[in-house]
């Protein structure tokens, strides 16, 4: 078994960094999870043709996009 001696600014370093990544990596999963929360807007020709809601009670339809549901992902048809 070999063992490395590290100086204390090599351990704060990698320390340092290893918290930056994963704080890079808790935010970019809450991110997606967020996103991919959103309901998805199918569209036609850059016209709204159908909401398609996730979550219960969402009662959401095409009048609503851009004045009450301001939130949302295309999806294109």
Same mark, same amino acid.
């Given at each position: 078994?070999?063992?490395?001696?590290?100086s204390?600014r090599?351990?704060i370093?990698?320390?340092?960094?290893l918290?930056?990544?994963?704080?890079?990596?808790?935010?970019?999963?809450?991110? #997606?999870?967020? &996103? +991919?929360?959103?309901?998805?807007?199918?569209?036609?020709?850059g016209k709204?043709?159908?909401v398609?809601?996730?979550n219960?009670?969402d009662?959401?339809?095409c009048?609503?996009?851009?004045?009450v #549901?301001?939130? &949302? +992902?295309?999806?294109?048809?």
């Amino acid at each position: 078994m070999v063992l490395y001696t590290v100086s204390s600014r090599q351990f704060i370093l990698n320390t340092i960094l290893l918290s930056i990544l994963v704080s890079i990596c808790v935010v970019g999963y809450f991110e #997606l999870k967020e &996103y +991919r929360s959103l309901p998805k807007v199918v569209a036609t020709e850059g016209k709204c043709t159908q909401v398609i809601n996730y979550n219960n009670g969402d009662a959401y339809n095409c009048n609503d996009v851009d004045v009450v #549901l301001r939130r &949302y +992902r295309v999806k294109k048809n």
